[in-house]
């Protein structure tokens, strides 16, 4: 029985070293949170009032930084090898789904590698162009790019982005070849555009301020249906180039985290989405909520992986990279 009493205990002892101590309090640190997207964007600013709510509502200290490039990829391979103690975290860009469709050989799989926590937003995307510009519509967009092929510049906040694949998925329906400049974030996109260095850019939000001042104008946007703040502008579907882009995303952390962990962090993010602070910057950059708990975020993106492989393949660029 001695013998019996010891094996038990030594197994309990071995099983409490395994898990996070929750006779501790957790986060027992700061919590670190990698933005896909560059400082200033639309996205960081979201990204960044989600930590400032969940961090004063909870007093755990949460704390962005932002690791952009390679479509978004960085942040959430930054996260992958992180220790799965629920201190480390990234948000989950659409990049992740469809890169390593696109790589010869892939270098990571985003259901196997990584924790869904938590989702909540997405984007509403769109194409811009100058005010003064003579492109006054989609139809005068495919035009002057038929009469100049190649010629038509278009930034976005990254090669293999959601704003850059959607619109080269309309570039193929339409039948028009454009010049693609890739930037790190919104932010630099904007400024090249005002700037008179790209022609348009496609991306989320960051350009409705300057829509609003009458610096910009909005061609159309990417989702099923027009937007409440912009009910005059059509949807590149209405107009008979079916692309739908929204780009849901969340908090992931690396794989192997315990169960009891991902759920206190869902706990912890998931009042952000009634703060009236954040819900102000959310319709601020038309991002509605989409919020899923970890298992239906799970199947969520196991469903999407699949939905991005076939999108991939059907614009040919399987293991283009």
Not at 171 to 182: D, F, Q, R, S
Not at 244 to 261: E, N
């Amino acid at each position: 029985m001695q013998r019996r009493d010891f094996l038990i205990g030594a197994g309990a002892l071995a099983a409490a070293g395994s898990m996070p101590a929750f006779g501790q309090k957790f986060p027992s640190r700061p919590v670190t949170l990698y933005c896909a997207f560059t400082a200033g964007g639309p996205t960081d600013q979201v990204f960044r009032s989600f930590a400032e709510s969940a961090s004063k509502a909870t007093g755990a200290k949460i704390v962005v930084e932002n690791k952009p490039g390679a479509g978004g990829t960085i942040a959430p391979l930054s996260v992958r090898n992180a220790r799965p103690d629920g201190h480390t975290l990234s948000q989950s860009p659409m990049g992740i789904f469809r890169i390593p469709h696109m790589q010869k050989n892939p270098t990571f799989d985003p259901i196997e590698d990584f924790t869904y926590v938590i989702c909540l937003t997405g984007y509403t995307f769109g194409l811009v162009v100058p005010a003064d510009s003579p492109i006054k519509s989609v139809q005068d967009y495919i035009d002057y790019a038929k009469a100049h092929p190649g010629e038509l510049s278009y930034g976005t906040p990254g090669a293999n982005t959601s704003p850059h694949l959607a619109i080269e998925e309309f570039a193929h329906t339409a039948g028009i070849k454009l010049n693609h400049v890739p930037f790190k974030g919104n932010a630099e996109a904007m400024i090249s555009l005002l700037g008179g260095h790209v022609m348009s850019v496609s991306d989320s939000t960051g350009w409705a301020p300057h829509v609003d001042s009458g610096k910009v104008r909005l061609l159309a946007t990417y989702g099923s249906k027009r937007t409440k703040r912009w009910p005059d502008i059509p949807t590149l579907t209405e107009l008979g180039y079916d692309t739908v882009a929204d780009s849901p995303f969340g908090l992931i952390g690396p794989k192997g985290m315990d169960p009891a962990v991902v759920q206190k962090l869902h706990d912890i993010f998931k009042p952000t989405l009634e703060d009236p602070r954040v819900l102000e910057l959310l319709d601020r950059y038309d991002q509605p909520l989409a919020y899923m708990g970890p298992e239906e975020y799970t199947a969520w993106a196991k469903k999407t992986y699949e939905n991005e492989r076939k999108t991939i393949e059907r614009l040919g660029l399987i293991g283009s990279i």
